[in-house]
Nanobody, 121 residues
Framework: QVQLVESGGGLVQAGGSLRLSCAASGRTFRSYVMGWFRQAPGKEREFVSAITWTGYSTYYADSVKGRFTISRDNAKNTVYLQMNSLKPEDTAVYYC??????????????WGQGTQVTVSS
């Protein structure tokens, strides 16, 4: 089992940047695919980005491609989401997630508590 804790959210103006972090517990971090999801008020949870356990394969939603970068540091049991050129439509609660096997886009097994990102106009 793994426990996930997100941090780094906050209030930022449009065009600004934030870096989210997700700290994972345990010693099995390197075995997990790690993903980021977000949920805006009144909307469904949506996939944002994912990274395989090797760190060599990354995946992005079309809405964030070219602006967000996912990375992981297995030695620190941490995954990051660097968010640049933020837009008001990026406003949401961002969740870190982990899983072993299967599609990187869904069916994650473990979830963090979420961190709020608010982008002002």
């Amino acid at each position: 089992q793994v426990q996930l804790v997100e941090s780094g959210g906050g209030l930022v103006q449009a065009g600004g940047s934030l870096r989210l972090s997700c700290a994972a517990s345990g010693r099995t971090f390197r075995s997990y695919v790690m993903g980021w999801f977000r949920q805006a008020p009144g909307k469904e949870r949506e996939f944002v980005s994912a990274i395989t356990w090797t760190g060599y394969s990354t995946y992005y939603a079309d809405s964030v491609k070219g602006r967000f970068t996912i990375s992981r540091d297995n030695a620190k049991n941490t995954v990051y989401l660097q968010m640049n050129s933020l837009k008001p439509e990026d406003t949401a609660v961002y969740y870190c997630a982990a899983k072993i096997g299967g599609s990187v886009y869904n069916n994650y097994d473990y979830w963090g508590q979420g961190t709020q990102v608010t982008v002002s106009s």
